[in-house]
């Protein structure tokens, strides 16, 4: 299964995006799907992540309550919306499902398989 990620842009500093993921070519596996991200010169990390009934979510502590990850189960999507985006929010975003049994993970370690990634940039 190749996941997409896309909806990545530039935007100013206050400004929201909306990130999709999606499997290309199929519907999206009913495994829990998380949310990462790479900013230049720093480890991938984990921002949300999504049970496959939707149910259960976890985010990052430092996200501040500006993200939301969301499914979509007609659509086979899973959406993170990100509000008041910050320069420090900048960096590639790829979403990666998680097979195992269980809600969801944070932990790229454990992601089964990956999707490209999609750049965001938040600069004034």
């Known amino acids: 299964v190749q996941l997409q990620a896309s909806g990545g842009g530039s935007v100013q500093p206050g400004d929201s995006l909306r990130l999709s993921c999606a499997a290309a070519?199929?519907?999206?596996?009913?495994?829990?799907i998380g949310w990462f991200r790479q900013a230049p010169g720093k480890e991938r990390e984990g921002v949300a992540c999504?049970?496959?009934?939707?149910?259960?979510?976890y985010y990052t502590n430092s996200l501040e309550g500006r993200f939301t990850i969301s499914r979509d189960r007609a659509r086979h999507t899973v959406f993170l919306q990100m509000n008041n985006l910050k320069p420090e929010d900048s960096g590639v975003y790829y979403c990666?499902?998680?097979?195992?049994?269980?809600?969801?993970?944070?932990?790229?370690?454990?992601?089964?398989?990956w999707g490209k990634g999609t750049q965001v940039t938040v600069s004034s």
């Open positions: 990666g499902a998680d097979r195992r049994a269980g809600p969801c993970t944070l932990q790229g370690a454990y992601v089964d398989y």
């Open positions: 070519g199929s519907p999206l596996p009913n495994d829990a």
């Open positions: 999504i049970s496959p009934g939707g149910g259960v979510t």
